[in-house]
């Protein structure tokens, strides 16, 4: 596939995206629009354009890949999406309302209000720091394809391949905010299931399979195993694992998370916002099962062309780009940049306005002017952009694939603590925490969640963690408040009897 026509499409891609962005910040480019899009957004738009944001590069690469892993994944992934849905469906009957209650536009401030100061900042910091973390490796990985296939052939230097990318996701969100990110993701959301469903027809017309003959063949290769329920005790893949991860990953790293719920914030009212989530479930679920489809697809063609790749996150861009023809190609490509930019531009505008709002008080104006708020939001958002430029480069740097992995390990585990935290504010009214203690407290649970994960075979008789660590975590972080509490003397009823 000619570099050239994958650098045209980009650049054409790209120019497409700032032209949306130049026409939905016309009207008004200030802190309202940017933060909340004036809270009059389409819920449809958002359930749809939350696809993408979802569904991340690594996704789109890695979740075909494992199908066919030498470590027997399968369909298990399957389980882990099914825990998904179950956490989506809590959030929009339990999270949801709390949020709109309080009129929240970073969902942090709730943290200020029920255990105080210091365990906002660090509800805060936590974000901040593992959504930086999470986002930077996720572009980190994509553009490292987009590297190996387009940039190093031109001999660009990696450095200049992450600076632009970064200038134009920045160009198109600096100003518009989530007026913009709101039609920029639905856009690029359309893009991405169209290409997986596209990607599927090429694979099934090169293997000369219908549908029908495609669904079968899936079903009865060894591919397909969805449920797995031996050895609980060494077998990462375990039902329960998978699926109690799934729920609390979600909770966590979705309804606690300021990027995905300042979407939800953004609908008019807490019914449309429900719809909002309701029907992003089954989108999600159905274009995941989708993916893993697609995994089986691309094993089945590279046994049969004697196609092997170094890594399992190769095979999908090795078979899309060099063996499926042009239009293939592009289609590939077409859903990788969609679904990377969509997770980054979100990733940027949230982390932007959770800056603005739990660390420079922009829900407090304190005397100050809109023009001058605009201006610190501007330069926010360019820091922002830098510090997951350096992020990236940093991970480029460290060149280990485990020291990488660890580290983005050790970024979800950041999420614990804020299950924790918000756990304790839900369900213990009776008594007060230590409030300066709160960042210790926070600081210890994911250190020692790290202990368990990397001893446990030793600690626990063989016992293997999985995505069920991020549950441990938040217990752990959750007693920690307990013990570093006292009973109130005069209950405060104002916080949470009239919320939940």
Known sequence: ??????????????????????????????????????????????????????????????????????????????????GNAV????????????????????????????LGYWSYKTAAGIFLISRTIGSAFRLYLVILVMQKFIFDFYHVPFVFTVLISLILIWLYTFKGGLKTIIITDSLQTFFLVLSVFLSIYFICKSLDYTAFKAINVIADSHYSKIFFFSNFVKSKFYFAKQFVGGIFITIAMVGLDQDLMQKNLSCKNIREAQK???????VFVVINLFFLGVGAL???YAAKNGITVAKTDYLYPTIALNYLGTVPAIIFMLGLTA????????????????????????????GRSEKSMVRMRHITHVAFSFLMFLTVIIFNALNNDAVVNAIFKVASYTYGPLLGLYSFSLFIRKRKVYDQLVPICCIVSPAVCFYLSTQSKVLLGGYVFDSELILVNGLITFFLLLAFSKKKVNIDTVVLAELV
């Open 1 to 82: 596939m000619s570099p050239l026509i994958l650098l045209s499409f980009i650049v054409i891609y790209f120019a497409l995206l700032v032209g949306i962005a130049i026409v939905t910040s016309r009207k008004s480019s200030d802190n309202a629009g940017f933060f909340l899009a004036n809270r009059n957004a389409k819920w449809y738009l958002i359930s749809f354009g939350m696809i993408g944001t979802a569904l991340s590069g690594v996704t789109f690469i890695s979740v075909p890949g494992k199908v066919g892993a030498a470590s027997g994944d399968q369909f298990s992934y399957f389980q882990f999406i099914l």
């Open 87 to 114: 956490g989506f469906i809590f959030i929009a009957l339990v999270l949801l309302p709390l949020y709109y209650k309080l009129k929240l536009t970073s969902i942090y401030s709730f943290i200020e209000k029920t």
């Open 276 to 282: 909002n989530m309701f029907s992003f479930v089954a």
């Open 298 to 300: 691309l094993y089945l």
């Open 339 to 366: 679904a990377t930019f969509a997770t980054t531009d979100s990733a940027l505008t949230a982390l932007t306005t959770s800056f603005c709002i739990d660390f420079l008080n922009y829900n407090k104006k304190l």
